[in-house]
């Protein structure tokens, strides 16, 4: 499977603009999947409306203690890095929130006396959208803190669709997050917007999809005139420019009130499928 992740340096830029309008260009033609990987606020589903097909739950592994193995020798106090266990001569605490499921306390342990256990922490949900286009929507339970085993599970549930391609709205920033969702990525798209703050953003960006070794272009959104200092940026590092969205009164009004921008605006339908067609060729698919 081919994988195209939409990132951006911070929120607000369009990912899930350029993700939906690209994915439904795209539906026209082959079949792919959307997976709307921004699981602690997902939207794609707001503007790609279709009947749920699965649901399931995503967990995280936390330790349990086993009754009357334990001999309160404190190695998983003292061994575990994130503070989630704590030992009072053979009473054991487990704080699930802040278990990153190393292993560390259930693996050396000597008494055997932890096991692992699930804990649900979000949801998983596909739906389909038309003959060719399936959304999946991984989802962050409230209250939950862990974004990243979300992400892989929702990732992982993608092999299910036999689909050859899809595209990863990934989490905004450059967090865990976000490299979960895009560092296996045959290539990246990235999404900024002409203004000081979203150079500053694209430059952390950037310098991420550089570090995981990926290949990226990048789309300039919402874009009025062009911003000088972006330009000069993106041509100093030798960035390919997909695609410019020019912005206007009437794309904003159809995004608020969620609406498919391209499905009544010919010149942008014409943007979209040209975004489409280019990261095709990007990742060689259909070659």
Do not use: W
């Not at 990132?7 to 350029?18: E, Q």
């Not at 000069?232 to 995004?255: D, G, Q, V």
Request: hydrophobic share 40%.
């Amino acid at each position: 499977m081919k994988k195209i992740a939409i990132a951006s340096g911070k929120g607000g830029t369009g990912k899930t603009t350029v993700s939906t309008n690209v994915a439904l260009a795209l539906s026209k033609k082959i079949k792919l999947t959307l997976a709307d990987l921004d699981v602690e606020e997902p939207d794609a589903s707001i503007f790609l409306q279709g009947k749920e097909i699965s649901k399931r739950d995503a967990v995280k592994k936390i330790p349990q203690i086993i009754k009357g193995k334990c001999n309160g020798c404190g190695f998983c106090n003292k061994n575990c890095n994130f503070n989630a266990i704590i030992s009072f001569s053979d009473t054991v605490l487990v704080f699930p929130e802040l278990c990153h499921s190393c292993r560390i306390c259930v693996d050396f342990c000597s008494q055997e006396a932890l096991e692992f256990v699930d804990m649900k922490i979000g949801e998983i949900s596909s739906f389909k959208i038309n003959s060719n286009l399936t959304l999946t929507e991984g989802k962050l339970d409230i209250g939950q803190e862990m974004a990243v085993p979300v992400i892989a599970q929702s990732k992982n549930s993608l092999q299910e669709s036999n689909f050859g391609l899809a595209l990863l709205d990934s989490p905004p920033g450059t967090s865990c997050s976000m490299v979960e969702a895009t560092k296996d990525a045959d290539y990246i798209v990235l999404v900024t917007e002409p203004t000081p703050f979203g150079l500053n953003d694209l430059r952390l960006a950037v310098e991420t999809v550089k570090a995981l070794k990926r290949k990226f272009g990048v789309i300039i959104n919402r874009e009025t005139e062009k911003f000088e200092k972006l330009e000069k940026y993106l041509e100093s590092e030798n960035i390919e420019i997909l695609a410019r969205i020019p912005f206007s009164r009437e794309t904003a009004s159809s995004l608020a009130a969620g609406k498919i921008i391209a499905r009544k605006n010919s010149e942008l339908s014409s943007v979209f499928t040209e975004i489409g067609n280019k990261i095709l060729e990007r990742v060689n698919y259909g070659a």
